[in-house]
């Protein structure tokens, strides 16, 4: 099992000093947010001559929207990104609007992403699904119509614990058992009171969660997600 860490920065500097510190405290990756990579999606030899080996912590991009034809051009030049980068996996939030979303519109959307993963696989790459908060892949139900319509095990879950408790899916434990075959990234984050917290300081219930992870013989990623309430010394 190995470890990653993801959180928001402000500029190329503190990205500088996060991608140093997450090193130093022993994390085995770090999953970039867009604006932390988007000015040097074509060049990640810039990003490589700017961080020097620095950048080779980062092991994951996060990327959000609809998938129309502009993000399925952004998701690839991800995959080229952090696959020139060394890194393994593109995580993609698939931004849309859940009332009104219809079961056939979920088997389409899995299908067309299933084309997309099998391109990261011939990369070497995995393409991951995040569950957040507002969007489809927020609920159980979608998540079933969605996993049965990909192709081949070509598409991954990352399964957000913060934004499955906000979504009212409070039985993460459950989730796991269930989804155990396509989950590959497990991202903890903790919700309580209304926001987002410093793990520990919400109302998810983690004690269940690794149990369950235990259970099913969980090995794959798990990702720390600060939203940067701590100072990044208390957070790491």
């Known amino acids: ?48 001559k700017t961080y020097g080996e620095r950048a080779r912590i980062v092991t994951a991009l996060l990327v959000e929207g609809p998938l129309d034809a502009e993000r399925a051009d952004t998701l690839r ?3 080229r990104f952090i696959q020139a980068l060394g890194g393994q996996r593109v995580v993609y939030c698939y931004e849309a609007e859940p009332q009104g979303i219809t079961p056939i519109d979920l088997r389409i959307f899995g299908h067309r992403v299933s084309t997309l993963g099998h391109e990261a696989c011939d990369h070497g790459l995995a393409l991951s699904i995040h569950n957040h908060y507002g969007f489809p892949t927020m609920y159980r139900k979608n998540l079933r119509v969605l996993f049965e319509a990909i ?9 957000d614990t913060g934004h499955l408790y906000k979504a009212g899916e409070m039985n993460i434990a459950s989730h796991i058992r269930e989804f155990r075959y396509m989950i590959d990234n497990v991202l903890l984050s903790d919700y309580g009171r ?24 969980y090995n794959g990623w798990i990702t720390v997600g600060d939203e940067g309430s701590l100072p990044l010394a208390e957070a790491l």
């Open 194 to 217: 209304g926001a987002f917290r410093a793990l520990g300081q919400g109302e998810v219930p983690f004690e269940p969660i690794f149990g369950a992870l235990r259970e099913v013989g």
């Open 77 to 79: 030049r991800a995959m």
């Open 151 to 159: 192709e081949d095990e070509s598409v991954w879950w990352t399964l």
């Open 1 to 48: 099992m190995k470890i990653g860490f993801t959180r928001d920065t402000n500029d190329r500097e503190e990205l500088g000093t996060l991608l140093e510190a997450a090193s130093a405290a022993g994390y085995d990756g770090l999953k970039l947010r867009p604006g932390q990579y988007e000015e040097w999606l074509d060049d990640p030899d810039g990003f490589i």
